[in-house]
Structure formats: structure tokens, C-alpha cells
């Protein structure tokens, strides 16, 4: 990995770990007006939904990220340069 890969992989684990933090704290927020109103039910209308969608998002970008990672893509890339030299020997 050379250092712009190296760079860009920080760059995307910081974006990655602050969006979850704001997650977190916002969705604190959300819940526990909740419970000191009236006590937790889903309510579209008082921001689940949005915070359905924001965690939906989230996990999205931690499978990108954590198991579609640039090794990942490098050994598929070597499996099927393998695959193509298999078949020009032939």
C-alpha cells in the first residue's frame, strides 16, 4: 500500500468513526427526550425513521470499509490475474 492509499484509508476511517459518533450521540438525544416524554414507541415524525436510515447508512459504509477493504480487492484482483495466466499457458 503506498502512502495516497494509506492516506485516503485514514481519511475515510476518520470520516467513518466521527459520523458514528454523532450517531451515537444524537440518537441519545432522540431516545431519551423519548423516554422522559412519554415513554419509547417508534414514531416516524419524532426522528426514528431518520435514525433508521442514518444507522442503515452506517452499516453500509462499515462493510465498505471493513470487509471490502483494499486487501480484499487486491486478492481478487491476483485471483483472476492467476485465472488469465492459467489460460494463456494453454
Do not use: C, P
Not at 46 to 73: M, R
Amino acid at each position: 500500500m503506498n502512502y495516497n492509499n494509506t492516506n485516503n484509508r485514514v481519511q475515510q476511517l476518520k470520516k467513518f468513526y466521527k459520523n458514528l459518533m454523532w450517531f451515537g450521540i444524537i440518537t441519545g438525544i432522540v431516545i431519551g427526550n423519548d423516554l422522559i416524554r412519554e415513554g419509547f414507541h417508534y414514531n416516524v415524525l419524532s426522528g426514528h425513521f431518520i435514525l433508521t436510515v442514518w444507522a442503515l447508512i452506517l452499516v453500509v459504509k462499515a462493510i465498505s470499509l471493513f470487509v471490502f477493504n483494499d486487501e480484499w480487492e487486491r486478492k481478487i484482483i491476483e485471483k483472476e490475474e492467476d485465472k488469465n495466466k492459467k489460460m494463456i499457458d494453454l
